[in-house]
């Protein structure tokens, strides 16, 4: 049957079934307070795309864009894409530990045939629409919408309610023991679960990396600056994992004299820079030692990458699969070039500052060609 086809039916249907949020009748969608330590967060505040994210399925008129410290979706009516947005970039979530995670999300605009702004997983982040699971609001057939829909390569199952705030906080959380999924805009877990996806990973993907994304997926709308947006992603229990290899073992080489209170683990990666690539940008992994938290890592402090003395363009912290604390950072590239003329293996250093005050330095060797 045709997708499109299905939509209007179900816009039909949902326009008897609106309400303010999805298990709070009579008040706006509602927020659920946290006092733990998040395991990752990004507000957007700095209005450019950090190391934790790739832009995926982005073309000439369908754009995702940090800006106005928010993440913003805009297209025009001649576009439908399954899928444009932010997607974990080398790290994803564990599934064989619970997690809990949520965004604020902002639609207004009714339109027809259909769009959506959401967050979800998946366990392919190349072509994310072959297996998935998505939560968020949007239109279709000029009715204002929550939306879920769940593929597992043999099905697409979906579901719709009426909704009239176009501002919420949507929640999605795992029981790994009990294998569900649970979906809501009052908080985590069974109580107050708008939908519950039963049998989610073991008994659909096996216990594979969940990479997180955060999307739009329309058909055929214009969506203006300030329309659709997304705010304040966060994810306050889980454990992440990344293919870097051997993250916790200390890279080759010595401290180079750096004075240190704190002695890091640091790698580029890739290892082997090319001169000559176009790429200009490098990926740090900065690993702390077990005694620093989550709490100590300082997001306005920015490491610095010597030789040159090159300031982080973007930096962000998560906590690994041992608890330990990992700093992705970006860095230039060219600048490092300048400051290294030869080819061929060379050591380079890392500090930075934690909020307590304590300094942290590593070093690494990187092969130049």
């Not at 805009?74 to 995670?101: C, E, H, L, R």
């Not at 000559?276 to 077990?290: E, F, H, R, W, Y």
């Not at 934690?354 to 060609?369: N, P, V």
């Amino acid at each position: 049957m045709n997708r499109n086809f299905i939509l209007f039916v179900i816009a039909a249907v949902i326009a008897g079934r609106m309400s303010t949020s999805l298990k709070s009748p009579g008040g706006i969608a509602r927020g659920q307070a946290s006092t733990a330590q998040p395991v990752m967060q990004d507000n957007f505040d700095d209005n450019k795309k950090g190391t934790p994210w790739k832009l995926f399925g982005e073309t000439a008129t369908a754009k995702v864009l940090e800006v106005n410290k928010r993440l913003e979706f805009t297209t025009n009516a001649s576009t439908s894409v399954p899928f444009v947005g932010y997607m974990s970039d080398k790290w994803w979530i564990d599934p064989n530990q619970d997690f809990q995670m949520k965004v604020d999300l902002y639609f207004d605009l009714v339109a027809s045939p259909a769009g959506w702004i959401n967050f979800g997983i998946t366990p392919n982040p190349d072509q994310p629409r072959d297996a998935y699971a998505t939560f968020g609001i949007g239109c279709s057939g000029g009715i204002q919408n929550y939306w879920r829909e769940w593929t597992d390569g043999s099905g697409t199952y979906m579901d719709f309610v009426g909704r009239v705030v176009p501002r919420v906080t949507l929640y999605i959380s795992y029981d790994h023991w009990s294998d569900i999924l649970y979906l809501s805009d009052v908080g985590y877990g069974p109580d107050g679960a708008w939908q519950t996806l039963p049998n989610f990973v073991q008994g659909r993907w096996g216990r594979v990396p969940l990479y997180v994304f955060l999307s739009a997926t329309t058909q055929n709308i214009t969506i203006a600056s300030g329309q659709a947006y997304m705010d304040n992603f966060v994810i306050e229990k889980g454990k992440l994992g990344s293919p870097y290899q051997d993250p916790t073992q200390p890279p080759g080489g010595g401290g180079g004299g750096q004075i240190q209170d704190v002695a890091a683990t640091f790698a580029i990666v890739p290892s082997v820079i090319r001169r000559q690539a176009t790429n200009d940008k490098l990926t740090a992994l900065i690993g702390l030692p077990a005694e620093v938290t989550l709490a100590s890592w300082d997001p306005a402090n920015v490491p610095t990458l010597s030789p040159g003395g090159i300031a982080a363009n973007a930096q962000t912290a998560f906590l690994w699969v041992d608890n330990t604390v990992k700093i992705l950072a970006s860095f230039s590239k060219t600048k490092l070039m300048e400051a290294i003329p030869r080819n061929g293996q060379t050591e380079v250093y890392i500090v930075g500052q934690l909020k307590d005050g304590r300094s942290y330095a590593g070093s690494c060797l990187i092969t130049i060609e």
